[in-house]
């Protein structure tokens, strides 16, 4: 037992019979995929772990099945152990290298037949594990044959001499925890198991054991050029070097004679024209396939090139994740992934934070995306005691760190979308970080290397921020501001340099939010070529409650002793792989086919990286009052090369007789693709053409009010509470309000406050230097705006309406707002004018102004013409257009991990209610439009859920008409909302008609 815990708490990067680092190639030789089912033995700590398990005649009947590859806390067995989340904090004390006694060890044992005539003739078997967590001790038929070390990276070890012909017994003991967990601090959930293949590999005895096929484009002539690098001994020449698409091949007598082959003109591979050439490389023993693309990366001043051009990323940071199997990779569920990611206009990954399953990039390759591969470090909860003892400068680790390095390169070495390679994350720096760093550059000069945390820039090649503001991103463009954590004066020498973000926008709920302001930051700041939306996918992971009932589980749901709680569900697409609104924001914030639309004429820009228009058409649409009256293709020609535009006539737009003309031009995808449908829309643009308003002013007011019977007031078809002049019913449709709220159930980024915010409640003095002032929901609970209580001034009953004034404030505040309302009949139609006056002294923001009516549960569809089709807020709608949309009301929000603030869609012209039934026309006042929101929840209902099925059962249909909203920011991990985009406390006006039908 005590060799065992040497081993958990050993800095080696493993041993054994270790096989040099080499990439993931296809070949011909035979291999041998044990995946499948294997006995399996849980145990808490090593020391109950059953001896002698390695042994080949261990009776192994009492142990459990387990299917392969796995990760044994997913498998609905409590007393195996449950997942748990942390984003920095490590779930154990730190004191490296130990780790605690209570370490969860899976001992895992496979009887498998080795087939006749699999070990060749002189040759070799290798082990290859493709991902452990964290800690394998590994042995074959009785003997250990190694200690893998390093969770998400490959490592084969040489088996020879211990396998045999016929039955063979395989054991995997594996600790959850170990030193190199220190190592491995990435935000996600600990996960321990067999998570990626294990592996039998036949290598032939003048085999092949490794080829880097680098294939260089030349921008100026067209032509490209391949570079062989071939890992062979001297027995196993000649061995030749084919490209059967481009006729080109050359054969090698000796290791002496390999050299750069050109190939003559050749389509270069780039993320918009993914050209790929099929390669072969062969000897009389083995033959290996890999495909190439032919392109160029470089580093010319402070612009990023790939093929000469300067790149432009659009990018997501991506972690493998299902919500079923962990970080168990799915070939074609991975596929489906990126391919929502391409249909979104997404054109690059961050592999965060570690090399991906080798399968994910054979497809990035193919589909066409820009890839930073990162290797598998992150020690971020050393930050809590200022970085020290660090691995990243602690010599104890240098081995092991360059291990990691080289082990990730040499894997990834020939995928043409890997155009960047990233040291790992959040890791601080360090002696050892310079060590990999350096590393890179001398192995592959080409590919420049990127680490975040390296502010001062002394060992990487760009220049990387995560969450920065744009005003902090302008500032580092000027190379200005406040000097970074190197020496002063660092950040002119920066500004020379390529710059991205290599994590913003938090899509942590509902948001984030200012993706166009980063988007125009990007395309005017030089130094800038774009960035990463943190992140990709929810992890939440499927669970169920006591009852039965399934929801998408976070931190805290397992129990843990410490945990992040939701920070773990911050995707653009929920945990089941829907896309949230955010996604749709992304696509048109990011597309690469900017159009700008008049009446008349129409701007084409190609901002793509390569290509024109030609597999574009554009289509015309004109709407009046949200239908569809004109639908034409109109003859374009091609805007190219990429960075070309054009200006184009447009027919003329039909002027409508009355209500509202609007214009929407796509550019939709001309034939089918890899990626998208024919149809598909890359790029829109809306304007409003004409408006004819019909003038109500002069209208006679309808018939007067009635006090009636139990204090009741009638006018018309409409019933109001005498004492309180809250309407209840109108034409038999029972209604209960309006009252005036100021609050919303918070988001995810209203509650976190951890980031500075533009909104300062209280002097920065007395909160302390380098503090970020409350959050957005405390300031909002602070101010009171949750509990708002009502004080009814007036109830007038006039010959021309009913007049209603209300006050509004919180216990223990002066703050009020006075609601005055006033209720007509005209032609028919009940008709509303509400007025809305906060008294002086509020501070801060409010999250919305909105009257809130009470309605019947059980409402289903539902139609309006406004803006949509999905949720839109000050800062995130450049994906809302006006038109008219349905949908059920349960579909109007958003099932986010957390409930929260969701639904609201401005620029509402009518909305109606079927089931009620009921028509509720809204109108411009002061230049302004409201929005709407429409759920089965209150705010104070959704606020207090942790999870969608705490939500408790409805007891009403709550509408909002929103006279205006606050924005959604990225506050959760980032920028605040901007000011532009904040809701201060101000006056409102609605004008709203009802009619019951």
């Not at 490389?281 to 890999?290: G, I, Q, S, W, Y």
């Not at 054009?646 to 990626?675: F, H, K, M, N, S």
Request: net charge negative.
């Amino acid at each position: 037992m005590c060799i065992v815990y040497q081993e958990i708490r050993s800095f080696s990067p493993g041993s054994g019979d270790r096989v040099r680092p080499r990439g993931h190639i296809a070949t011909d030789a035979a291999s041998m995929d044990l995946s499948g089912t294997w006995r399996f033995r849980y145990s808490a700590r090593p020391d109950l772990a059953p001896e002698g398990a390695s042994d080949v005649d261990h009776d192994d009947a009492d142990w459990d099945d387990i299917v392969l590859p796995c990760h044994w806390v997913l498998q609905g067995r409590d007393d195996w152990g449950r997942p748990a989340y942390t984003n920095v904090q490590y779930p154990f004390p730190v004191e490296v290298p130990d780790v605690p006694d209570e370490n969860p060890t899976g001992d895992h044992r496979l009887t498998f037949e080795l087939p006749e005539g699999f070990v060749p003739d002189g040759g070799r078997v290798f082990l290859r594990f493709g991902g452990v967590e964290s800690l394998c001790i590994a042995s074959l038929n009785g003997i250990r044959v190694g200690v893998v070390r390093g969770s998400r990276l490959a490592q084969e070890l040489d088996v020879t001499a211990q396998l045999q012909p016929g039955t063979n017994v395989m054991h995997l003991r594996v600790h959850q925890w170990s030193a190199h967990s220190y190592l491995e601090d990435q935000d996600q959930w600990w996960l321990p198991g067999v998570f990626r293949e294990v592996e039998l590999l036949a290598r032939p005895a003048a085999g092949i054991d490794d080829v880097w096929l680098r294939a260089d484009f030349d921008p100026e002539t067209g032509e490209g050029l391949l570079i062989p690098e071939l890992v062979a001994d001297a027995a196993a020449f000649p061995i030749t070097v084919a490209l059967p698409g481009l006729g080109v091949a050359a054969t090698y007598a000796s290791p002496e004679e390999v050299e750069a082959l050109p190939v003559g003109e050749v389509d270069p591979w780039s993320a918009d024209r993914p050209t790929l050439y099929e390669a072969e490389v062969t000897n009389a023993a083995e033959t290996r396939t890999l495909r190439v693309g032919f392109r160029r990366v470089e580093i010319v001043g402070h612009e990023w090139l790939v093929n000469g051009t300067k790149l432009r990323i659009r990018g997501v940071n991506r972690h493998e994740f299902d919500p079923d199997h962990g970080r168990v990779f799915d070939r074609e569920k991975a596929r489906e992934g990126l391919l929502l990611m391409k249909q979104h206009n997404i054109n690059a990954v961050r592999t965060a934070h570690y090399p991906p399953h080798p399968e994910f990039l054979e497809l990035t390759d193919e589909l066409g995306f820009w890839v930073i591969d990162e290797c598998d470090l992150e020690t971020h909860g050393f930050v809590f005691d200022d970085w020290q003892s660090n691995p990243t400068d602690d010599v104890r680790w240098r081995d092991a760190l360059l291990d990691r390095v080289e082990r990730f390169f040499e894997r990834d070495k020939n995928h043409a979308s890997v155009i960047c390679w990233s040291l790992g994350n959040e890791a601080g720096t360090g002696s050892n970080s310079a060590a990999m760093a350096a590393w890179l550059n001398r192995r592959d000069p080409e590919r420049p290397v990127h680490y975040e945390p390296d502010h001062d820039g002394t060992h990487t090649d760009l220049v990387s921020r995560m969450y920065a503001t744009v005003e902090e991103m302008a500032d580092m463009s000027q190379g200005t501001g406040a000097p970074e954590e190197g020496a002063p004066g660092r950040n002119a020498v920066l500004a020379g340099r390529p710059m991205i973000l290599c994590e913003y926008a938090h899509a942590m709920g509902n948001g984030a939010g200012g993706l166009s302001v980063y988007e125009e930051a990007f395309d005017t700041l030089p130094q800038w070529h774009g960035g990463f939306v943190w992140e990709w996918r929810d992890h939440g992971l499927r669970h169920t409650t006591s009852g039965g009932q399934e929801f998408n589980a976070y931190g805290g749901d397992f129990g843990e002793q410490v945990h992040d709680g939701s920070f773990v569900c911050d995707g653009m697409v929920l945990s089941d792989g829907t896309p949230t609104p955010m996604l749709a924001e992304f696509a048109a914030v990011a597309s690469p086919i900017k159009l700008d639309v008049w009446e008349n004429a129409m701007l084409v820009e190609n901002r793509r990286h390569d290509g024109d228009t030609t597999d574009l058409r554009f289509v015309v649409v004109d709407e009046h009052d949200g239908r569809v009256v004109s639908e034409v293709e109109v003859d374009l020609l091609p805007v190219g090369p990429a960075g070309d535009s054009g200006i184009v006539e447009l027919p003329d737009a039909a002027q409508p007789e009355a209500g509202q003309a609007w214009r929407t031009v796509r550019a939709e995808l001309a034939r089918d693709t890899a990626w998208a449908k024919r149809g598909h829309v890359v790029a829109f643009a809306q304007v409003q053409t004409h408006t004819v308003v019909e003038s109500r002013t002069a209208k006679p007011a309808g018939e007067a009010p009635a006090i009636g019977g139990s204090g009741r007031i009638t006018l018309g078809p409409a019933v109001f509470d005498a004492r309180t002049g809250d309407l209840t019913s109108l034409r038999e449709v029972a209604l209960e309000g309006p009252r005036l709220d100021l609050w919303r159930a918070p988001t995810e980024n209203d509650v976190l406050g951890d980031f500075p915010s533009y909104v300062d409640v209280e002097p920065a003095a007395s909160r302390g230097a380098g503090a970020p002032g409350p959050s957005s929901a405390d300031q909002w609970r602070e101010a009171g705006l949750d509990r708002l209580q009502r004080r009814v001034l007036a109830v007038d009953v006039r010959q021309d309406g009913v007049r209603v004034l209300h006050r509004f404030a919180p216990a223990a505040s002066q703050q009020s707002v006075l609601l005055e309302l006033f209720w007509q009949m005209r032609d028919g139609e009940l008709v509303l004018s509400a007025d809305a006056q906060p008294s002086r002294g509020w501070k801060g923001t409010w999250p919305r102004i909105g009257l809130h009516f009470l309605l019947p549960t059980g409402l289903g569809h539902v139609e309006w013409f406004g803006t949509g089709p999905n949720e839109s807020y000050p800062d995130s709608k450049q994906a809302a257009v006006v038109g008219r949309f349905g949908g059920d009301v349960e579909d109007l929000v958003v099932n986010y991990a957390v409930p929260q603030e969701s639904g609201h869609r401005g620029g509402l012209r009518e909305l109606s209610l079927p089931d009620l039934p009921l028509l509720l026309r809204a109108d411009e006042v002061n230049g302004e439009r409201p929005g709407f929101q429409l759920r089965a929840h209150s705010a104070h209902e959704v606020a207090a859920a942790a999870h969608p099925h705490e939500l408790p059962t409805s007891t009403a249909t709550h509408l909002l008409i929103d006279a205006a909203v606050h924005g959604l920011g990225s506050r959760s991990c980032g920028p605040d909302v901007r000011p532009e985009y904040q809701l201060r406390p101000r006056a409102a006006q609605w004008s709203l008609r009802f009619t019951a039908e």
